[in-house]
């Protein structure tokens, strides 16, 4: 199984970014995206799992998960984008729906500059 995600970058507050994930070698149910910022734990962003979505408090009304089931992919439409925003974005994929994520992609940087 491989996740290989793009759309990292450098943002001025305020901009927008968007991240694509394409996962490939398996079947998944559910994928979603984490976060790390320098000195913190690992932290939910969003995911989407048989037409739900959910999102972390910190993204609700700024950030759009999306993705295209045929293709397993997943977007992250990231709009109104704050320096705490600034983190390396993993994508992640599950098997099953209710299962843990066990299957993470590389990461891409995203840097909010204020």
């Known amino acids: 199984v491989q996740l290989q995600t793009s759309g990292g970058g450098l943002v001025q507050a305020g901009g927008s970014l968007r991240l694509s994930c394409a996962a490939s070698?398996?079947?998944?149910?559910?994928m979603g995206w984490f976060r790390q910022a320098p000195g913190k734990e690992r932290e939910f962003v969003a995911d989407?799992?048989?037409?739900?979505?959910y999102y972390g408090d910190s993204v609700k009304g700024r950030f759009t998960i999306s993705g295209d089931n045929a293709k397993n992919m997943v977007f992250l439409q990231m709009n109104s984008l704050k320096p705490e925003d600034t983190a390396v974005y993993y994508c992640?994929?599950?098997?099953?729906?209710?299962?843990?994520?066990?299957?993470w992609g590389q990461g891409t940087q995203v840097t909010v500059s204020s």
């Open positions: 989407k799992s048989r037409g739900s979505s």
């Open positions: 070698g398996g079947t998944f149910s559910k």
């Open positions: 992640a994929a599950s098997p099953t729906v209710t299962g843990s994520y066990v299957y």
